[in-house]
């Protein structure tokens, strides 16, 4: 071993100290890399679902990192004395001059320890809306929903978003506290059609295709939203009525799964268009133009007759 220590520093200018350090350097991401693949390993085979095979992933890479940093810094470093004073003295310029990596960083810590969101969720954060299918260091990646897709489906592209988003723009998220939606459907009906009676088709229509809910499941619904303070009386669908201009509007307001909003809403359509055009006393409203000429006969034309000699006295 001496010889060839001698050999290395002789031919390749690398002191024994740094000779040292590199050996130790190996030897320790070897360490880390061997320890990172049994964790995925078992974790591979104690869990089945891919999403929190992802987490697992993540997590252990993130880990890993760390712990290689701390280690090479303490290898060639001279312990964490020396390497509080190197921070110390390019702490001010590295902040000037990544400003925005270190926000996103700070950012992912944000992401990492508060959670507003996480892998799967549905969000809406400035002028982006789509599923979160990837949290990293600097920035979090979305499958795009809505733009010049209706009913918020996927539009095949994927956006990355910096991390330090999180601080300076809103975030809604879809899936936090209640795993449902509310949506609603609205339809209008003419003054002249029996309202009652499409009222009660439409309420039927709510009851076939809103989301069911069993008893266990309701009441594990409704405790965890009441841990976000979120309060529902009921999850059956309600038909509320409200006059419009051109007609009755008659909206139906019902629970749906978060990915079938679109589905749903076609079900509901298809059947009110099928059972409001097979009944003769209820019609769709639409916007119309009524004229209404007062005293049918002699009055009309006596006014046709007035139009007639003013427009010879204008001549």
């Known amino acids: 071993m001496r010889k060839i220590e001698y050999w290395i520093e002789e031919n390749l200018n690398l002191s024994a100290a740094i000779q040292e350090n590199i050996v130790k350097s190996l030897v320790a991401l070897l360490v880390l890399w061997i320890v990172s693949r049994v964790l995925l390993r078992l974790a591979s085979r104690q869990q089945t679902d891919s999403r929190k095979l992802?987490?697992?992933?993540?997590?252990t890479n993130y880990v890993v990192t760390g712990l290689g940093i701390i280690f090479l810094a303490n290898i060639w470093f001279d312990g964490f004395r020396s390497i509080t004073t190197?921070?110390?003295?390019?702490?001010?310029?590295?902040v000037v001059v990544l400003r925005d990596p270190i926000l996103n960083m700070m950012g992912w810590v944000f992401l990492i320890w508060k959670r507003p969101?996480?892998?799967?969720?549905?969000?809406?954060i400035g002028l982006y809306t789509g599923d979160v299918i990837d949290i990293g260091f600097f920035q979090f990646t979305i499958n795009e929903l809505g733009e010049w897709v209706?009913?918020?489906?996927?539009?095949?592209?994927v956006v990355h978003i910096p991390n330090s988003q999180v601080f300076t723009q809103g975030q809604i998220n879809y899936n936090y506290g209640f795993p449902f939606l509310w949506h609603e459907v609205q339809v209008r009906v003419t003054f002249e059609s029996n309202w009652q009676k499409a009222k009660t088709i439409l309420q039927e229509i709510g009851g076939r295709h809103t989301e069911?809910?069993?008893?266990?499941?309701?009441?594990?619904?409704?405790?965890?939203?009441?841990?976000?303070?979120?309060?529902?009386r009921s999850f059956e669908p309600r038909v509320f009525t409200k006059v419009r201009e051109n007609g009755i509007q008659l909206t139906l307001r019902y629970l749906c799964n978060l990915n079938g909003r679109r589905e749903s809403e076609n079900k509901i359509w298809e059947d009110v268009l099928s059972e409001f055009l097979a009944t003769s006393d209820i019609r769709f409203a639409y916007p119309t133009t009524r004229f209404y000429s007062a005293a049918e006969g002699q009055e009309s034309e006596t006014e046709l007759q007035r139009i007639v000699s003013s427009r010879k006295s204008l001549e």
């Open 54 to 59: 992802y987490q697992w992933r993540k997590t």
């Open 150 to 157: 209706d009913s918020e489906q996927a539009t095949g592209r």
């Open 212 to 232: 069911k809910l069993t008893g266990e499941v309701e009441q594990r619904v409704r405790i965890e939203a009441q841990q976000h303070l979120i309060f529902y």
């Open 117 to 124: 969101f996480k892998v799967g969720d549905r969000i809406k």
């Open 86 to 94: 190197f921070l110390g003295i390019f702490s001010v310029g590295l």
